[in-house]
């Protein structure tokens, strides 16, 4: 079986059959796993699940996964960009979200629930079968000069199962954890992750404002800096520290958005005790300085009557 394409796509299939069990592994995606044919029984971090003909699995980016098949068992799987989806859900939900990053927030609380099995049923799932069919067989072919008609497929796919999602408006516990974050630049490959790279991750998200250097990080799971630099880049697209700049702006965007607190006292919170590296990483990352993206966000959401005056003249 042919796996991912070499060249970047944000939406790819395959099918796959298997008959002994499968170890557990973690992808930087999201999985929309479709059972065909056969049973098995599911082994990860939410603990056991048995699925079957009319089950999908959803799993988001990072989630541990393996299967025991009960004889054999036959998917069908869409592997999902996290961008390509944070941009759907943006436009899904633009009356209510103004930015990207504010996407992001809402994402993770409405689909709290990082790993999911969907009773969708054989009578609904069966209808889907060609199309899946389709979307694999554009897949294999590169996809991208038929990009359109291999969204539309997704698209068809998704308007049926999308009513089993459970959703939920607050977080209900630690281990509700729907690990949603870009990663730029466009490098990733749908391919499990070295366990390497998902400790040195959720190192740095445990505490971002922590003063981490690469040889820190590097020790704690026993490799070289070079290592570890390689292992993570090929895994986000980013080194260690430079993905943990993102996280530090992501918190700061959070927090310009929902505190009254100053850039300078925002910035320490994060991690940066230099206000103008915070405002440089800032400017680089959303295209604003942090003054600039909180007076836009605050104008956005002022009340229609008010807005109609247009935005505010530049002091």
């Known amino acids: 079986m042919r796996g991912p394409p070499d060249a970047f796509q ?29 049973s098995a029984i599911l082994k990860g971090e939410a603990g056991q699940e048995p699925v079957t003909v009319g089950d999908v699995l959803l799993l988001g980016p990072n989630i541990l996964c393996g299967a025991e098949p009960e004889g054999h068992v036959t998917v069908t799987t869409i592997y999902l960009d996290l961008d390509y989806l944070l941009d759907q859900v943006f436009w899904q939900h633009s009356h209510i979200l103004r930015d990207r990053l504010d996407a992001q927030d809402f994402a993770e609380t409405l689909y709290a629930e990082a790993a999911q099995v969907l009773r969708v049923g054989e009578q609904r799932v069966g209808p889907l079968l060609p199309v899946l069919d389709e979307l694999v067989a554009l897949s294999l072919n590169g996809g991208l000069h038929r990009f359109h008609r291999m969204q539309s497929l997704w698209f068809a796919i998704v308007d049926q199962i999308a009513p089993f999602i459970y ?58 800096s070079k290592q570890l630099g390689r292992v993570f880049s090929e895994t986000f697209g980013k080194t260690p520290l430079a993905y943990l700049t993102m996280l530090r702006v992501e918190k700061m965007a959070a927090l310009l958005r929902e505190s009254d607190q100053t850039v300078e006292t925002i910035a320490r919170r994060v991690g940066w005790q230099n206000r103008g590296r915070a405002s440089e990483a800032f400017r680089e990352y959303t295209g604003l300085t942090p003054s600039e993206y909180r007076t836009s966000y605050k104008w956005s959401i002022m009340p229609t009557a008010d807005a109609s005056a247009g935005p505010p003249s530049a002091s």
Do not use: K
């Open 167 to 224: 959703v939920t408006c607050t977080r209900q516990s630690p281990s509700q954890r729907a690990h949603i974050r870009p990663t730029h630049p466009r490098v990733r490959r749908f391919t499990p992750m070295r366990s390497e790279a998902r400790t040195t991750l959720d190192r740095l998200r445990s505490d971002i404002a922590a003063p981490w250097t690469l040889d820190t990080l590097a020790d704690a799971v026993h490799l070289s």
């Open 10 to 38: 944000a939406l790819v299939a395959r099918h796959r059959s298997f008959d002994r069990p499968v170890g557990p592994a973690a992808f930087d995606c999201v999985q929309v796993i479709v059972v065909r044919d056969g």
